[in-house]
């Protein structure tokens, strides 16, 4: 099955790798190939019609005129002539169904060789990045920039200083950061982010040997060599990134609610909670009978985009450790939770809701969301069907065999391009699209990361014929069985402590 780019009922593009792929076809090149595909078999049974056709004449010992074949009167004239016709369309078809392929291969291997390049380009080029770093300009530059820690604090109001340094630099550069080149440098800046370090502290090995050190070092090494420096930290009083224990409770004691099951992708985004404050962070619906339950989990993404945990658990405390959990250097940690507090929240919520370590559940994440959802996918102790992440940086988050996932991303949305390149995998297939008008700004900071415009994705996505994603839709109804199901919604709270700020 090769990639493919395939252009939705309403004219959008969606672009879809992944599942063992090796081709990428351009603008509904994949669509046509299938249908030569389906032309080339509707015109063999009509091969196969004009045959039966004609044992039949020569059962019913009709005989040729004088004139023979040729002859327009004969009653096999038109069936020589539709064996003509037939004979060439099928060759044709299949002819072109072949050309169509080769080229989708060929588009294929020139698409990772590019991108293989760009990885090479930029794993030569970190350690000088790196070195260049640590140049008197760039450290001044970078102290104007760490201002952005005052962000929004007292202290900096207090001073008298209007927009913070970071506040005003990323309103003058809102535009950069969902340019889809920038965050294509984003994600492999993220895969090399130790190449830059070795650069800057000038390590003595040339540039091409710490590339090939660094090349098993992404996203999920670097950020749990971050929190290894943020417990360090913590010895002398820093509370950054220092998680703490969580505790669900129904969403003001509601009770369970009857709902209609998800039709679809669009509908399964439309139900995962928006990340608003004092709201619940996540839902679960239970299909099926007693002895054949079976559950969607819906996870929220990030509310508070902090790194001191407060009462929020769904902030960038928990998700450094759900990345850093990825890595198998972060067991080597003797300080921080096992996991980030999203995904611990999102278990204690499915115990609740009576999922049980054998029941069959598809786990839907948007944002941070998406990151728990990969997780809880990949948990052999468990028995995910499948994932859906909207958003999230996954790329390099472990898949669990037999387990499909779907990420679906923006091009021009920075969020999970925070997760690195990864490695590819059989069950992860990726969903792309452009959602943003070139030259037209936004208010928002990151627009294509908004919720909405990825609940508009998924309704695409549903408009597709590809089968890797017609799967997905048919994975929905087999986990609600097409029957009403009952509902929860759960808020997480952390609690507090002297490590984690109390207040």
Known sequence: MPNSVLRSMSGDELTVAGGGTTAVAVDGLFADAAR??????????????????RRGIGTLGLHEPAAGWRDPTSPTWFLQLADIGLDQA??????????????????????RMVAGLWRLGAALAAPWIGAALVSPAAIAGGLFVAGGQWAGSAVWRGLGGGSTPLETW??????????????????????HADELLAGAMHAPAPAPVVAMLGAGVGAPESASVLLGLAGVAGLFGSRVLVDGPVRVARADGQAVSRVEP??????????????????????????GA???????VYIGGTVEPVVVADAEPFD??????????????????TTGADTGAGERAARQAMAAAGVRPDDPFLVVGYSAGGIIAAKLAADPELNAVGAV???????????????????????????????????????RVTVT?????????????????????YRETAARVDESDDPRLTGFRELVAEVTGDAPGDRTDWIATRDLSPSTGAR
């Open 36 to 53: 030569l595909g389906s032309a080339e078999a509707v015109i063999g049974d009509w091969i196969s019609r004009a045959g039966v056709i």
């Open 90 to 111: 099928a060759d044709r078809a299949r002819t072109l169904h072949r050309a169509l392929l080769e080229a989708a291969e060929r588009y294929g291997a020139t698409e």
């Open 170 to 191: 990323l309103a003058e550069h809102r535009a950069l950061l969902s340019d889809p080149a920038f965050v294509r440098f984003v994600r492999l800046a993220v895969d």
């Open 262 to 287: 998800p039709n679809g992708l669009g509908e399964l985004a439309e139900r995962v909670p928006p990340p608003d404050r004092n709201e619940p962070q996540l839902r679960v619906e239970r299909y």
């Open 290 to 296: 007693a002895g054949d339950r079976r559950f969607i």
């Open 316 to 333: 960038h405390t928990s998700n450094a450790h759900g990345v850093a959990d990825d890595s198998r250097i972060d067991t080597l940690r």
């Open 389 to 427: 992440n909207l958003g999230g940086p996954i790329a390099s988050a472990p898949v669990r065999e037999g387990v499909s996932v779907l990420s679906i991303e923006h091009d021009e949305d920075l969020v999970p391009a925070t997760g690195g390149s990864g490695h590819p995998a059989d069950e």
């Open 433 to 453: 699209r452009s959602v943003l008008e070139p030259g037209r700004l936004s208010e928002s900071l990151l627009p294509a990361h908004e919720l909405e415009r």
